[in-house]
């Protein structure tokens, strides 16, 4: 028996005890004190009996209330690295043999495990195995990979007798069941849940003629991690997409029609909203779908107006009481606005009626960088859009000498700055009147310099 079987065979044995936290502990005990004797004679060297304890699953990770957040269980990073580190000649010398591929892979998705003793080992493992093989030999080795994650989010392709898929001929209960435990808990978590990490490193390793060859078996993978239920997932699914665009270039991805498909499945992030998500999580992931859809506009003139309307409006009707969420709304809408020119006035009266809605709320003067934040935009706008300042500016004022007032009552010294810069705004707003809006002007001035009741 070889010294790696002996080590997986006692593995395995200590892998019943429960609690889980008693087994693993029992191992890491086992790995210290093991002394690796290797047989003179001349054995096989498949390593792949050691994967079950090296491929990093989803119960390797507590997650912190199913948000991008999550702490590594370092039990099971230090079982696999004891591991590593008991084998490492032998796996310096093998793993660039065929058997011990699946190996490899692991150790490339280890890289994407923040855990400093993985980072160092797996890349330059790596690494260097890979400058030592021909060419030939990477293009087999990355079409593995390639073939090996396909068949991770493979769906069931058994067929019966008659040529339907098994799936079919459930009866409905249990296709229900299976297909909403397919939904919420796919398979590939339980094998390799950082295969995601594996995939981008062969996309970043094509080149725009190499990725055509491979779309076949990268686009379906990609789309199934994109539109994954877990916030985390979908990350590292719109960094694929980024990947992939990066490397083929929007004419291909218009061209095969891929492009559309991913104009929908981008513009579903507007739909994760707290309280489904916290604020933060959902922020960051519609921050980035935007900048990934934000590539496509010239190839679909529409694409920014639905931006607006189906994106941003939806952030205003459905999470107007999440800070982090506004803030991203407005910033987006200043992006739309640069992109449109001219085409945003069609949409300035209901970004300045948001805006003004919430210049005016006072319990903003207990958020100061956010109300200064939301004045800043306002004057953004006012600036490019002056020659429209007349047509908004019973409202302007109203909300700047509301906001103005609030400020003084709550009498913060944090809100000196917002109570300068509604000051300045209101002088430009005074210079861009006609002879007769400034009666109003003159009109609420006063309220201005009045102390508040």
């Known amino acids: 028996m070889q010294p790696w079987e002996q080590v ?13 936290q008693i ?20 054995l096989s060297h498949n390593l792949t009996a050691l994967l079950p304890y090296l491929s990093p699953k989803e119960k390797w990770i507590n997650f912190e209330n199913n948000e991008l957040d999550f702490e590594i269980r370092k ?3 230090e079982r696999a690295y004891r591991l590593l580190s008991i084998f490492q000649e032998e796996i310096k010398q093998f793993v660039k043999e ?11 998705s280890l890289r994407d495990i923040k855990y400093k003793p993985f980072e160092v080992y797996s890349v330059h493992i790596v690494d260097n195995t890979l400058a030592l093989i021909s060419t030939e030999e990477k293009e087999d080795f990355q079409n593995y990979v390639l073939d090996y994650q396909s068949s991770l989010f493979s769906r069931d392709d058994r067929l019966t007798g008659q040529g339907r898929r098994y799936a079919y001929e459930l009866p409905p209960e249990k296709f229900r069941q299976d297909q909403t435990a397919a939904l919420l808990e796919p398979s590939w978590k339980s094998k390799n849940f950082f295969i995601p990490g594996v995939l981008h490193w062969v996309i970043s390793n094509q080149n725009r003629f190499t990725i055509r060859d ?23 699914g719109l960094m694929l997409v980024k990947s992939t665009l990066d490397v083929s270039g929007i004419e291909f991805l218009i061209h095969t029609g891929l492009a559309e ?42 694409l920014l107006d639905k931006l607006f ?18 803030r991203l709304a407005f910033l987006e809408c200043m992006h739309l606005m640069k992109k449109l020119n001219h085409r945003f006035l069609r949409y300035l009266t209901t970004t300045l009626d948001q805006l ?27 600036k490019v859009y002056y020659y429209r300042v007349s047509s908004h500016h019973a409202q302007i004022l109203i909300s700047l000498v509301s906001s103005y007032r609030n400020c003084a009552h709550t009498n913060l010294k944090e809100l000196n700055s917002c109570k300068g810069l509604i000051t300045e705004i209101l002088r430009f707003v005074e210079n861009n009147l006609t002879e007769s809006q400034k009666l109003d002007y003159q009109a609420v001035i006063p309220l201005v310099e009045r102390p508040p009741a």
């Open 8 to 20: 997986v065979k006692k593995l395995n044995a200590l892998e019943h005890d429960v609690p889980e």
């Open 23 to 42: 087994s693993l502990q029992k191992q890491l005990d086992f790995l210290d004190g093991f002394v690796l004797k290797i047989e003179e004679e001349k």
């Open 75 to 77: 039990p099971y990073c």
């Open 98 to 108: 065929k058997d011990n591929w699946e190996l490899l892979l692991t150790l490339i």
């Open 214 to 236: 491979r779309w076949h078996k990268v686009i379906p993978s990609v789309l199934r991690i994109l539109n994954d239920l877990n916030p985390m997932v979908k990350q590292k």
């Open 261 to 302: 498909i991913l104009r929908e499945d981008l513009m579903l992030f507007y739909t994760f909203l707290p309280p489904r998500y916290k604020a933060e999580t959902c922020s960051s992931l519609i921050n980035f779908s935007f900048h990934l859809l934000i590539q496509f506009e010239k190839e679909m003139p529409d």
């Open 309 to 326: 309307l189906d994106g941003v409006m939806y952030i205003f009707q459905f999470a107007s009481d999440s800070i982090p969420m506004i």
């Open 356 to 382: 003004c809605l919430r210049i005016e709320n006072p319990l903003l003067c207990n958020a100061p960088e956010f109300l200064l934040f939301l004045l800043e935009t306002l004057q953004s706008f006012l």
